[in-house]
């Protein structure tokens, strides 16, 4: 094809896809990156409109033809979804860079069928040219990784000319991968947290049940009942409190915490809380810090959770003994970005390398019994990682089997403009 009539598909293209985007919004079935690249198309349908005849009114002072083709090729190569140009024999005309990197083997003037094996979509363009309608449909890739991708479908009616007026069809694919991925992990978290939250209900109805009933007069079975079902109660109490906990921190992560606090406070304020109910179960809290201040940008209730979080684990599962609370310079050298390093270290049974990467995710758990045996909910080192990401940290947690575990938590120093 000439180059000219090349030019004028790719602009009649931007100008497409802009239709087709501006379309998915009207529908309300939109996400950032479409709506992000329908205001680029927009504006670019805006600035080539002239091109294939159409009125426009966004760019007032009007560049000459070459000027506006750059532009528009400037334009769809940062759409970041692919966008494929093909003419009425599936014969490819023009790509954008998302496009080649999705489909290497994606050629000009090749036919699409050798760079995509996907029946549904060459059908669709067969439909497409037939009755004229835009129409959707799926694609999915196995390699190199499993994606998944909504391909719109749309014909491009084109001036009469050297292509002699056929339309051509611009295919713009619209990556659902992620979305897919966000979808499953809202169901399995609601599904998680109503069976954490099922079993002491069920318990909790049985014995209620069990003391209107056959325990009626039985005040023996009634105050050890009575217990029970306050241990059921604290327990889905716990569990709502981590749950509101955890979405009002994932809320504001994105707004880094303004205030100066002392790190070194907050530990020893809550090893001072905490050492009591270690004592209990025979486990010695130890801090290891300078008498210096640590000053950081925090949050302070939200650091006082991490230690908590911490310490409660190590005393839980660290099998007794010795449970240390350190805070050090990462490295007293980098005095470019220096940290401090939180670290709570137990001698207990350790965790399994496997069960380390997913310590973070909300209800994991190595051993569920004995989780729940000890009052977790599995949503701590969820609610200590969101924390730290939230102070622009770093959580990395240790463990050797039958030696022990050392959670740390990499928190940047807070330097007033007079020190730096
Ligand atoms: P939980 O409420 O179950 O304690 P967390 O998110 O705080 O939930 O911890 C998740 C799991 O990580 C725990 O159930 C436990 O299996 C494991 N774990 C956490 N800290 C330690 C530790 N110091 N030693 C051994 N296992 C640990």
Redo the contacts with the bound molecule.
């Keep these: 094809m000439a180059r000219g009539a090349r030019r004028s598909a790719w602009s009649g293209a931007a100008v497409a896809v802009a239709v087709l985007a501006a379309a998915e919004i009207v529908q309300g079935a939109v996400d950032m990156s479409l709506a992000g690249s329908a205001i680029l198309a927009l504006a670019l349908g805006g600035a080539i409109g002239s091109l294939i005849g159409r009125p426009h009114t966004v760019i007032p002072v009007e560049p000459d033809a070459s000027e506006r083709h750059s532009v528009a090729e400037a334009l769809l190569a940062n759409i970041p979804d692919p966008v494929i140009l093909v003419d009425r024999r599936a014969v490819v005309i023009e790509v954008n860079p998302a496009a080649r990197a999705l489909l290497p083997n994606l050629k000009l003037r090749h036919p699409l069928s050798f760079a995509l094996r996907a029946p549904e979509i060459l059908d669709g363009i067969e439909e497409v040219l037939r009755t004229g309608q835009p129409l959707k449909t799926l694609y999915n890739t196995r390699v190199p990784t499993e994606r998944a991708f909504e391909v719109q479908i749309g014909a491009l009616p084109m001036p009469e000319g050297p292509a002699g007026g056929q339309p051509n069809v611009v295919l713009f694919l619209r990556d659902l991968t992620s979305a897919r991925r966000l979808e499953a992990m809202r169901v399995d978290f609601v599904a998680n947290a109503s069976h954490e939250l099922r079993t002491p209900l069920a318990s909790l109805l049985g014995f209620i049940e069990t003391l209107q009933g056959p325990a009626r007069n039985d005040t023996a079975a009634r105050e050890r009942f009575l217990g029970i079902m306050r241990m059921q109660a604290l327990r889905m109490t716990r569990l709502i409190d981590d749950l509101l906990s955890l979405s009002r921190i994932e809320l504001r992560e994105h707004v880094a915490p303004t205030r100066v606090e002392d790190l070194a406070q907050i530990v020893r304020q809550m090893v001072d809380t905490q050492g009591p109910l270690a004592r209990n179960r025979g486990v010695t809290l130890v801090v290891e810090a300078t008498d210096e201040p640590h000053p950081i940008l925090g949050d302070r209730d939200e650091l006082l959770r991490v230690v908590e979080?911490l310490v409660?684990?190590?005393v839980?599962?660290?099998g007794g003994g010795t449970v240390t609370v350190s805070l050090n310079r990462e490295d007293p050298q980098n005095l470019r970005k220096p940290r401090f390093v939180l670290a709570?270290s137990?001698n207990?049974?350790?965790?399994a390398a496997e069960?380390i990467p997913r310590?973070?995710e909300r209800f994991?758990?190595?051993?569920?019994a004995?989780?729940r045996d000890?009052g977790?909910?599995?949503?701590?080192?969820?609610i200590?990682k969101h924390i730290v990401n939230r102070h622009r940290g770093r959580l990395i947690i240790e463990?050797v089997p039958d030696e022990g575990?050392t959670?740390k938590a990499l928190l940047p120093e807070h330097r007033s403009e007079a020190a730096a």
Excluded at 364 to 368: E, I, M, Q, S
Excluded at 376 to 382: I, N, P, V
């Design positions: 979080n409660e684990n190590a839980k599962y660290g709570v137990d207990g049974p350790g965790i069960h310590l973070t994991y758990r190595v051993d569920v004995s989780s000890q977790g909910t599995g949503l701590g080192l969820a200590v463990s575990t959670v």
